[in-house]
């Protein structure tokens, strides 16, 4: 893909569409480089910030949309790709999201997504849209082999 391509689509609201979602994100991640282990996190990451907007953002209602852009970022140093994912929720606060690590949620069974993203991804800002509803922008950089 030439650089600064972008690809962009909308789907619904269903846990049925992540694995279109997976295979959209592992070709073009590997369209810009990213190796196996990159394509694994950002494949989480995208997952993770898809399922979040169905089930948070969009409440499961398959009458609202989830959008998505993926940006190839070619003519940076270093490479990467940049993806936006955004619901067509109320949005929420990100600084008032419970810390995953804190003690008394160390058990809960939800609440570990944005963490995840953080972890796997290079940026991630996590902000309203200016369309409406909440998105999700994050970045994986290519990392460069040592000789």
């Given at each position: 893909m030439p650089r600064g391509a972008t690809v962009r689509?909308?789907?619904?609201?269903?846990?049925?569409?992540l694995d279109l979602i997976q295979v959209v994100t592992d070709h073009l991640g590997r369209q810009v480089g990213l190796d196996e282990e990159s394509l694994h996190s950002v494949g989480v990451a995208v997952r993770e910030s898809v399922i979040n907007?169905?089930?948070?953002?969009?409440r499961h209602d398959e009458g609202k949309r989830v959008?998505?852009?993926?940006?190839?970022?070619?003519?940076?140093?270093?490479?990467?790709?940049a993806v936006r994912?955004?619901?067509?929720?109320?949005?929420?606060?990100?600084?008032?999201?419970?810390?995953?690590?804190?003690?008394?949620?160390?058990l809960k069974c939800s609440g570990r997504g944005i963490f995840l993203i953080r972890s796997f991804m290079d940026e991630l800002v996590l902000q309203r849209a200016p369309e409406?509803?909440?998105?999700?922008?994050?970045?994986k950089r290519v990392e460069h082999q040592r000789a």
């Open positions: 689509f909308d789907v619904e609201s269903s846990f049925e569409v907007a169905i089930k948070h953002g969009n959008h998505l852009e993926y940006t190839v970022l070619a003519g940076e140093h270093p490479p990467g790709l994912v955004r619901d067509e929720g109320a949005g929420f606060d990100p600084d008032t999201l419970p810390d995953c690590l804190s003690p008394e949620n160390l409406g509803g909440m998105e999700v922008r994050m970045v």
